[in-house]
């Protein structure tokens, strides 16, 4: 009986981790500090710190750290916003 349980929990949380990945690329575009937009495909790190991003008729993604634009956004979905916000310790990080 104990393993069936933990057999399950261990499914359950398996799938509910997985079912949030984002892993696909999706159509989006990067706004850049000097405010040029590029259009692509691309999705966004699990924990924001990063996106993956490439340009139409390219064939490799290329990681895009939020220093290096100022907006991330993928087409019809989520708009990500570049700057700096202070940590948990009081300390700034992208």
């Known amino acids: ?16 981790h997985t079912s949030y990945a984002q892993n696909d690329s999706k159509p989006a575009y990067i706004i850049s500090s000097n405010g040029d937009t590029t259009f692509g495909t ?8 990063y996106c993956m991003f490439k340009k139409l ?6 990681l895009i750290s ?14 990500y916003v570049s700057g700096q916000v202070k940590d ?3 300390k700034l990080k992208w």
Do not use: H
């Open 1 to 16: 009986m104990k393993n069936l349980f933990l057999t399950i929990l261990f499914l359950v949380t398996f799938f509910c």
């Open 42 to 49: 691309g999705y966004m790190g699990w924990s924001q710190d």
């Open 57 to 62: 008729n390219v064939s490799e993604f290329r």
């Open 66 to 79: 939020p220093v290096e634009i100022s907006a991330f956004r993928i087409i019809d979905g989520k708009n």
């Open 88 to 90: 948990f310790d009081g």
